[in-house]
């Protein structure tokens, strides 16, 4: 219901092109995605208090709520990297396979703060449905700390493809181990790697046996989450 009422107001008067939608006028401004125009009433933004707001799962940049706790509007800004771990030497392409069909690494953050992202290399051209764990450990062993949805992506051999993982809440300490996994969707995962060792505070794993295959070429960022402020 409250679908339909939200259809039946962006309808109303009028659309004036594909882009732009008004509310109140047939001719909203190109530049605008929505104009609301009226001389007697004003926009609502949804009113929560501060516990409901900071309840708000996967919370965006650019969200904006009035806090009725303290009476003032709010919007949830952009994380911000800190700091990165870095293994940049790629030699040959690694493959892991049947039965897990998983690749992971290990690594120790120097600094500390929430894992915002992990960066990998393809090691073949084509699409894969892509997902990747986090491990409080210095291999992938155990229940991991979290999971993310499996995505589609188009990977290209060589190119880097970035995962997302800061909606998952993981804190990295400064100087402890940990790890990631990586999953092709139940297909031979081939990532870009070295088999010289290049990083020494970690190690890359075929999931299915937990056997070293020296290091992955990857990177993980941290940093503070995303985080809600007050406008005025």
Partial sequence: MKQLYLLAALSW??????????IGTTTPVASAALEVRSTSQGLLLPRLTTAQMNAISGAVPGLQIFNTTDSKFYGCTAAAVSGSVVQNVSSQTLNGGFPTFELAQSFVPTGSGVWQSVTVYSGRTGSSTVSVKLYSSNSPTGTPRGTT???????????PFTISVASLGVFLASGQPYSFSVTFGGSDVYLAGSGSDPYPNGQCYGVSGGFPFYDLKFQV???TPAVWVPLH
């Fill in 13 to 22: 008067p009028a659309l004036s092109s594909a882009q732009s939608v008004g």
């Fill in 149 to 159: 949805t499996p995505q589609t992506l188009n990977l290209v051999a060589g190119q």
């Fill in 221 to 223: 960022d941290y940093g």
